[in-house]
Every structure is written in structure tokens, then in C-alpha cells.
């Protein structure tokens, strides 16, 4: 609380920039076990109430590219892997990826 004010989820006004975005995708990951697979529209839908949430998927998509490309994450569609320098086009789901846990153990440390 700020001067008996809470004070707002997020440090800034707007909508949530590619660090929150790869914070929470983080966070939900961790949550999960390695099998299982992530909605990017879950993300999305913890960072910002209906329906504003549907703006953020170009940029949620976008942070798991990024994690894809870094190994992070594992991007599939009906299954399988998606090359992260591919286009894609419709439902996608999130995995970890072979460098998951190290990005975890990371950000414990500060990184």
C-alpha cells in the first residue's frame, strides 16, 4: 500500500510490455509439469481482464518466439514442434523447452 492506496499489479499504466509477458509465462510454466503444455491466451488472460486480453496475443506470441529461439520454450501445433523462425498460423500451445530450467534457476538468482 502507497499512502493508504494499493498499489496497481503492474509498475506502469497501459498494457503489459515483453518483460511482464515473459514473467508470467514463467511463472504459469514453472507451475506445470514438464509435459504439460500452455494456451499462450492463458497468459494473455492473467495479465489483462476480458476482453482486453485479446490485444496482448500478438505480443504474447511474439515473447514466445523470442523463448522459442533461446530454447526456453517448445512452440507445437497438434503436437508437434514448430520452427520458431517459421510463420504460424492458428492454435499453438507452449512447452518447456531444453533450456526451461536453467531460465528458471536464472531469474531465482537475479539473472
Known sequence: MVGGELKPALPHCGMPDAADIEAMIRRLMAARSATSSLCPSEVARALEPAPAWRALMPAVRAV????????????????????????????????????????????????
Open 64 to 111: 514466445a518466439r523470442a523463448l522459442a529461439v533461446r530454447g526456453v520454450l517448445t512452440v507445437t501445433q497438434r503436437g508437434v514442434a514448430c520452427n520458431p523462425a517459421s510463420p504460424w498460423r492458428g492454435p499453438v500451445r507452449l512447452r518447456q523447452g531444453p533450456s526451461f530450467t536453467a531460465w528458471v534457476a536464472g531469474s531465482k538468482d537475479g539473472s
